[in-house]
């Protein structure tokens, strides 16, 4: 071969070489940032999953309270209102809808979070706040509490904190 084909071969491996890396950084960058996107939009999907079954443990939660109007859990009632059998169950059902708020407070619960977990979280904290205006609920949390995640507790407590000066 001549030294002007060779140089040509040399020059377009030069452009090929100049062009190719570029382009394959770019492909990989975009190939990268498409895994990302996907890597947030299958944690978004659980999270919101995840949401609706907290959710519909609510309702089912809403629907046992439904069930047995003679507890009166809907309204706070003085505890006098209750034989000792009705003060058993009161005290069972607000055990159920402790380890509900726990739950809710693991699965959803971020020290910092983006605004749709937020959003998320502070329906639930809601729903904590109204049952801690509750003196029924607010007795019964001493012994519910005990053996709880050490986290939900601190946030449970402040709330009751917070809840408790409103009265």
């Not at 062009?19 to 978004?44: D, K, M, S, T, Y």
């Not at 005290?91 to 020290?111: D, K, N, Q, S």
């Not at 809601?126 to 509490?145: G, K, N, S, T, V």
Request: some cysteine; proline content about 2%.
């Amino acid at each position: 071969m001549s030294d002007e084909v060779l140089r040509a071969w040399e020059l377009a491996g030069n452009i090929a070489l100049v062009a190719g890396v570029p382009l394959a950084l770019i492909a990989f960058l975009w190939q990268a940032h498409r895994e990302r996107q996907n890597e947030r939009l299958e944690l978004q999907q659980q999270q919101e999953e995840i949401y609706q079954r907290l959710s519909d443990e609510y309702v089912s939660f809403m629907k046992l309270l439904l069930q047995h109007p003679e507890l009166k859990l809907l309204r706070e009632t003085p505890a006098s209102a209750f034989t000792a059998d009705q003060l058993d169950q009161r005290h069972l059902i607000f055990g159920v809808l402790v380890a509900l708020f726990e739950r809710a407070f693991i699965l959803v619960y971020e020290e910092h979070m983006d605004a749709e977990t937020r959003r998320r979280w502070l329906s639930w904290e809601d729903y904590m706040r109204e049952w801690c205006r509750r003196d029924d609920f607010r007795q019964a949390l001493a012994r519910h509490l005990e053996g709880e995640d050490v986290e939900f507790r601190t946030h449970l407590d402040r709330i009751l904190i917070e809840e408790g000066r409103g009265k």
